[in-house]
Structures are given as C-alpha cells and as structure tokens.
C-alpha cells in the first residue's frame, strides 16, 4: 500500500511540474525576469519590484504592504543563498481571457525557502505576485 502511494504520488508531481511556456513569451525572457526580481526583493529594493507592476495591480497593493509581506518572510527564512528551482506554467485570466505567464521561483535560505509566484502579461508587467 505504501508503494502505491508512493507511486501515485510520483505520477502527481511528475504531471504537475510540465513547463507550458505559453504563446507569445519567451522563456529565457521570464527566467532572466524572475531572477531579476528575486534578486531585487533580496537586496531590498522593493520599490524597483514595485515599478514593475502593472497599474491596475497597483490600484489593489501598496508599496508599503508589499515590504511588510517580504520582510516578515525574510525574518523567518533568513539571508539569501540561491535559487533552487524555476518553473514555468500559464493561466488564463477568468473574467478577460488574458494568458498569463506564472513563474515559480524557489529559492534557498540560510534557515528555509521561499517560493515566489510571479504572473506577468505579455509586457512582463507584473500581474501577480505571491511568496510562501
């Protein structure tokens, strides 16, 4: 029983870690902008992430809010060491269709990791942004 599960498991993440770059984006374009970005929140220079918003995201989150988010993470992950994993999938917006391209970034620190979801639109304008 434990082997099927394990198995199954297996089949689960193996499924759920296909990169879909989607139509209209470049790969190495999102990959050298993600690690842009984590880079940036790292130092702290939160306000250049936040200049890569795009305006209607900025009518919901403040700059302030954002700092607030990233500092409390980076108190309990602790310093930066090094990315881990990039992942790239799509979503499509469900009220306009627009595609979206969703980068995952995993990054090592000095006491746990962070996982940064990065959604940008076709001008790699942030569109989303979540770290766990």
């Not at 499924?15 to 970005?37: H, Q, R, V």
């Amino acid at each position: 029983m434990k082997r099927l599960i394990l198995i199954i498991s297996i089949l689960l993440l193996v499924a759920c870690s296909s990169n879909k770059i989607p139509e209209g984006f470049d790969e190495n374009e999102l990959n050298d902008k993600a690690e842009s970005i984590v880079m940036l929140l790292n130092d702290e220079n939160y306000s250049d992430v936040y200049d890569m918003f795009r305006e209607d995201i900025k009518l919901l989150v403040t700059l302030e809010q954002i700092e607030q988010v990233l500092t409390t993470k980076y108190e309990q992950v602790g310093e930066f060491e090094k990315i881990n994993q990039i992942v790239i999938t799509d979503t499509k917006d469900p009220n306009t269709s627009e595609i979206f391209a969703v980068v995952i970034v995993v990054s090592e620190h000095s006491d746990g990791n962070a996982t940064y979801t990065l959604s940008f639109d076709e001008d790699l304008e942030i569109v989303g942004f979540y770290i766990k």
